[in-house]
């Protein structure tokens, strides 16, 4: 061993109990920190390049192009309901009695 280490393990601070906590801490921030800019940097870097999945909620296509989509269906419901003559409904399938026999063979 040679006099450098003997001197840093016999060091007044590092042989207090309070000052040795509060450097272990002050050095576990920093390597949290340090672990934050580094991930921060591969994000960005992988970003630039292109490569791999790109961060969810980044494109906006496919939410515009459902509420087009949803917007064309109504605008077609509403035009095929305003075109047809007569609703499905209207007639009945198995009439119930002669006058309403005859209202159905008489308008077709």
Same mark, same amino acid.
């Given at each position: 061993?040679?006099?450098?280490? /003997? *001197?840093? $393990?016999?060091?007044?601070?590092?042989?207090?109990?309070?000052?040795?906590?509060?450097?272990? /801490?002050?050095?576990?921030?920093?390597?949290?920190? $340090?672990?934050?800019?580094?991930?921060?940097?591969?994000?960005?870097?992988?970003?630039?390049?292109?490569?791999?999945?790109?961060?969810?909620?980044?494109? *906006?296509? %496919?939410?515009?192009?459902?509420?087009?989509?949803?917007? @064309?269906?109504? @605008?077609?419901? @509403?035009?095929? =309901?305003?075109?047809?003559? /007569?609703?499905?409904? $209207?007639?009945?399938?198995? %009439?119930?009695? $002669?006058?309403?026999?005859?209202?159905?063979?008489? =308008?077709?």
């Amino acid at each position: 061993m040679d006099e450098e280490d /003997r *001197r840093i $393990e016999t060091h007044p601070d590092l042989m207090n109990p309070d000052w040795q906590k509060h450097a272990e /801490r002050d050095a576990w921030l920093g390597a949290k920190k $340090e672990l934050k800019k580094k991930r921060r940097k591969q994000q960005k870097a992988a970003a630039a390049s292109g490569g791999g999945y790109s961060a969810p909620g980044t494109s *906006r296509w %496919p939410g515009i192009a459902a509420l087009v989509g949803l917007i @064309v269906l109504v @605008v077609a419901a @509403v035009t095929v =309901n305003a075109v047809q003559e /007569r609703g499905v409904n $209207e007639t009945p399938w198995f %009439p119930l009695d $002669e006058a309403q026999i005859s209202r159905i063979v008489t =308008n077709a």
